[in-house]
């Protein structure tokens, strides 16, 4: 079977996500697309993510839970967790490696959890896009140890990414796939022209979504023969399909 999706999504959790991002009004809208799957991945935090997978779970959109960290490199990374409890466990990794910086809503947005009904539970007092105090194979370790999903976010990207802070993957580096972001055409190769080094990877493809109109612009096909958490690491393994 093949499965549409779309792995790199932000909430208003996220402080440059727009206010109208909240959990169900991102599974409308992934549904409303057409897609089978999507991650929830906010900066540096997790807080989001359960109340969308169970948002999701009711229309029948497989949500996983994740988020998008900011390692000591300054290079983001997506990282998905198997489970709500490990979820927990990853939380938890993300608060102890916080580097406290206190955010300005003004200048970078809220940092909000709500739940099913979008009502405001907290807000988030440290600002989220900071990197933490954890270096890239640290967190790629931890990632594995709770049977996660490790991927490295957006190497295409001039800032934030593999190809931007390093230029170059460390040998040590392992991971279920790489993305590439929606301004990378995969028919047109520049980037893997240009870079060659990364063109012997898996890649899947996300939107990197920060508003609702943005959420499936493009996406990933994947093929797995029914959804599950450990068929979709397999999936990746074998990269996507088809980009669209």
Same mark, same amino acid.
């Given at each position: 079977m093949? =499965?549409?999706?779309?792995?790199?999504?932000?909430?208003v959790l996220s402080p440059?996500?727009?206010?109208?991002?909240?959990?169900s009004a991102?599974?409308?809208?992934a549904k409303a697309k057409g897609l089978d799957i999507i991650g929830l991945t906010d900066h540096n935090?997790?807080?989001?993510?359960?109340?969308?997978?169970?948002?999701?779970?009711?229309?029948g959109l497989h949500v996983l839970m994740g988020a998008e960290v900011t390692t000591k490199e300054e290079v983001h990374c997506l990282g998905f967790m198997p489970t709500v409890e490990k979820l927990a466990e990853f939380q938890a990794f993300l608060d102890s490696r916080v580097i406290f910086f206190e955010n300005d809503v003004d200048k970078f947005g809220y940092q909000l959890v709500v739940d099913e009904d979008e009502n405001v539970l907290d807000e988030v007092p440290h600002l989220l896009i900071n990197a933490l105090d954890l270096p890239m194979l640290e967190f790629q370790k931890k990632v594995y140890?709770?049977?996660g999903i490790f991927i490295p976010a957006h190497i295409d990207r001039p800032t934030f990414s593999l190809s931007s802070q390093l230029g170059?993957?460390?040998?040590?580096?392992?991971?279920?796939?790489?993305?590439?972001?929606y301004y990378c055409k995969r028919n047109n190769y520049k980037f893997l022209d240009?870079?060659?080094? =990364?063109?012997? =990877?898996?890649?899947?493809?996300?939107?990197?979504?920060?508003?609702?109109e943005d959420i499936g612009k493009i996406y990933s096909v994947l093929e797995m023969p029914s959804f599950s958490f450990e068929n979709f690491k397999d999936a990746l393994r074998q990269g996507e399909q088809v980009i669209l």
């Open positions: 093949q =499965f549409r999706a779309d792995m790199h999504i932000h909430s440059c996500g727009d206010i109208e991002m909240s959990p991102i599974v409308a809208q935090s997790t807080l989001n993510a359960d109340v969308t997978r169970r948002i999701g779970e009711k229309v140890e709770l049977g170059f993957v460390p040998s040590g580096l392992k991971f279920h796939a790489m993305e590439l972001s240009d870079c060659p080094w =990364f063109s012997d =990877f898996n890649f899947i493809q996300s939107s990197d979504a920060h508003y609702v």
